[in-house]
């Protein structure tokens, strides 16, 4: 019996969709919205440049002491979980990452592409039986299943943030945890929204000096 998952075909490109005609019309609440847009970008920016950025060194040197473990930040009216997780399966090393990790001894795994099912840790008895019981279902497409080979990617292995910490050198720990992990933040705060709207505003907007 032929088995789908081989002859799973490539994923199929998108047509690009032509611009519609430049058309103004004049729309109530739109200037707000843009400005609530600008405000948006403007401190997403200012997240992702300079305050995680910062946080995120912070919380190296507290996972090089706690060996990984996660904790609890605090900050005036502000409390926050923050965590340290293994690199998303999604996201490949680049040749520079895969250099460094492999100099240090850090287990990576290399994927060799994307089927749209989940069938990651499924053996290749598993996916023949899959296979052959999705077969005997009639009328499904011949490409119900598709394979995207350009999703050819090397990931962090589960045990990759572990050996890290096992490293005796404390730099090259601070260097290669950013490269296995990925930092998360999850703030709350108990300001009311007059001094979150202050606290923003002098953020974006600082008073100058006279």
């Given at each position: 019996m032929t088995n789908l998952f081989t002859q799973a075909k490539a994923k199929p490109t998108k047509t690009a969709i032509s611009k519609v005609e430049d058309i103004r019309v004049k729309t109530p609440g739109l200037e707000i919205l843009a400005?609530?847009?600008?405000?948006?970008?403007?401190?997403?920016?200012?997240?992702?440049?300079?305050?995680?950025?910062?946080?995120?060194?912070?919380?190296?040197?507290?996972?090089?002491?706690?060996?990984?473990?996660?904790?609890?930040?605090?900050?005036?009216?502000?409390?926050?979980?923050?965590?340290?997780?293994?690199?998303?399966?999604?996201?490949?090393?680049?040749?520079?990452?895969?250099?460094?990790?492999?100099?240090?001894d850090i287990p990576m795994v290399r994927v060799e592409g994307d089927f749209k099912l989940?069938?990651?840790?499924?053996?290749?008895?598993?996916l023949a039986q899959v296979s052959e019981a999705i077969e005997s279902i009639r009328g499904l497409p011949e490409d119900f299943i598709t394979f995207d080979a350009s999703k050819e990617r090397t990931i962090v292995a589960d045990d990759s943030l572990a050996t890290v910490f096992k490293l005796n050198d404390q730099e090259t720990i601070r260097k290669l945890i950013p490269i296995v992990g990925i930092f998360a933040i999850k703030p709350k705060t108990s300001s009311t929204m007059n001094e979150v709207m202050e606290a923003v505003t002098e953020l974006v907007c600082p008073k100058k000096e006279k």
């Open positions: 400005q609530i847009d600008s405000l948006e970008k403007q401190l997403d920016a200012l997240k992702k440049t300079a305050l995680r950025p910062f946080i995120q060194e912070f919380m190296i040197t507290q996972f090089m002491m706690n060996r990984g473990e996660n904790y609890k930040g605090e900050e005036g009216s502000a409390t926050a979980s923050l965590e340290l997780r293994k690199r998303a399966s999604n996201s490949g090393l680049n040749e520079a990452e895969i250099e460094i990790l492999t100099q240090y989940n069938v990651v840790g499924l053996t290749a008895k598993k």
